[in-house]
């Protein structure tokens, strides 16, 4: 297992700005798809109420130990036209329910590891009763390796047009650009 970081940015991030944002699932249905660009473990930070001056806690849990967090970036077909030089690229961090989710998927395909390369795509499907106020929300997450993706593209140029949406083949040509998938 990787040491998990403090949530130091990436060197370029740090020297030039930016970085990327995160993608909203914030209501029922709200959806990001793309593939995965990158992977890491995190320690949780705990925000404070809106209105708080107080900036964001790192979370422990109580022996002092780090709750740790995954946050996974894609390569989408999303661009902000307010955000220069917006890439596409998106982060979702992974709530506990959801990284259970994830790796149910991930077993379910044969992998034993989130692979880059492969393409997901994450649903807000529904909330569950969470502790205190605020409702525990929950995902789908549709999965695709790499070797699926290599497969798609080697298919004849009209299956591919019938199965891939514009914004997978968007970002499928990102990723092709940037030596990711062929």
Do not use: C
Not at 16 to 40: H, M, Q, R, Y
Not at 82 to 94: C, M, S, T
């Amino acid at each position: 297992m990787t040491q998990p970081t403090n949530q130091v940015p990436d060197a370029d991030d740090f020297l030039l700005g930016g970085g990327a944002p995160s993608a909203s699932l914030k209501n029922i249905g709200d959806t990001v798809e793309g593939f995965v660009v990158a992977k890491d473990v995190v320690q949780e930070k705990e925000y404070q109420r809106p209105g708080s001056n107080q900036p964001p806690r790192m979370k422990t849990w109580q022996d002092g130990s780090p709750v740790l967090q995954l946050v996974v970036t894609y390569q989408t077909a999303l661009r902000d036209p307010e955000r220069a030089g917006d890439d596409g690229r998106r982060k979702v961090y992974f709530k506990p329910s959801w990284k259970s989710e994830l790796a149910k998927v991930l077993r379910a395909n044969g992998e034993k590891t989130l692979p880059v390369g492969s393409w997901q795509r994450i649903t807000r499907s529904h909330d569950e009763p969470g502790q205190g106020a605020e409702p525990k929300k929950m995902v789908t997450i549709e999965y695709r390796s790499k070797a699926d993706q290599v497969a798609t593209n080697a298919a004849p140029a009209a299956a591919a047009a019938n199965e891939q949406s514009p914004e997978l083949k968007a970002a499928l040509a990102v990723l092709q650009a940037q030596g990711i998938t062929q």
